[in-house]
């Protein structure tokens, strides 16, 4: 069972990206019941919430990123997104998927993701 996160890179202040997490083997019951949730790490700093989506789709937004980031679950292909839009070098850092499912608490590795001023 893996938790496989893409789409980081480098962006300019004011750019977009998506983030994606992909959890293969898990069924598709125990995915769509699942509370899934994106963290970062600045360097030097504590890993802290980004954003959450509930088994019942209502979300939650760290207020650093409300009305800029947008959180959604793709529940027939097991994957997890994260819209950034109007980026900033506050934003950078390590971004990781994580799955709070009946079955257990799942981390992804992280991907990176860096704004340039």
């Known amino acids: 069972v893996q938790l496989q996160a893409s789409g980081g890179g480098l962006v300019q202040a004011g750019g977009s990206l998506r983030l994606s997490c992909a959890r293969s083997?898990?069924?598709?019951?125990?995915?769509?019941?699942?509370?899934v949730d994106w963290y970062r790490q600045a360097p030097g700093k504590q890993r802290e919430f980004v954003a959450g989506?509930?088994?019942?789709?209502?979300?939650n937004y760290a207020a650093s990123v409300k009305d800029r980031f947008t959180i959604s679950k793709d529940n027939r292909k097991r994957t997890i997104y994260l819209q950034m839009d109007s980026l900033r070098p506050e934003d950078t850092g390590v971004y990781y998927c994580?799955?709070?499912?009946?079955?257990?608490?799942?981390w992804g590795q992280g991907t990176l993701v860096t704004v340039s001023s």
């Open positions: 989506i509930t088994s019942g789709r209502a979300t």
């Open positions: 994580n799955i709070n499912a009946d079955t257990g608490n799942f």
């Open positions: 083997g898990m069924i598709l019951s125990t995915f769509t019941g699942a509370a």
